[in-house]
């Protein structure tokens, strides 16, 4: 059972950067996927990011493209979003996931973690 820990979250002022992290524990890291999501208040969970096993591969939403970087340091079983010039619209909880496949722009991820709380002040 794979587990994930999320951390890095927080309050920032807009035009500000955070980098969340995600800890993974119980199996080979880097044969999964990892995903990012987000969900604001009233809002359904969205597709932020997700990078590949090698950290070759990444795919971004629209809304976060130029913005948000993911990288991944599979040595030491964690997965990284850099986020800059955040916005309010960028406020929400934020979840890494991990999923045995390739790729994915859904949420069809196999190992979800608690989610971390990012707030973006105007």
């Known amino acids: 059972q794979v587990q994930l820990v999320e951390s890095g979250g927080g309050l920032v002022q807009a035009g500000g950067s955070l980098r969340l992290s995600c800890v993974a524990s119980g199996h080979t890291f880097s044969v999964y996927a990892m995903g990012w999501f987000r969900q604001a208040p009233g809002k359904e969970r969205e597709f932020v990011g997700a990078i590949g096993g090698s950290g070759v591969m990444t795919k971004y939403a629209d809304s976060v493209k130029g913005r948000f970087t993911l990288s991944r340091d599979n040595a030491k079983n964690t997965g990284y979003l850099q986020m800059s010039s955040l916005n309010p619209e960028d406020t929400a909880v934020y979840y890494c996931?991990?999923?045995?496949?390739?790729?994915?722009?859904?949420?069809?991820?196999?190992?979800w973690g608690q989610g971390t709380q990012v707030t973006v002040s105007s």
């Open positions: 996931a991990l999923r045995r496949s390739p790729i994915a722009t859904t949420d069809r991820y196999d190992y």
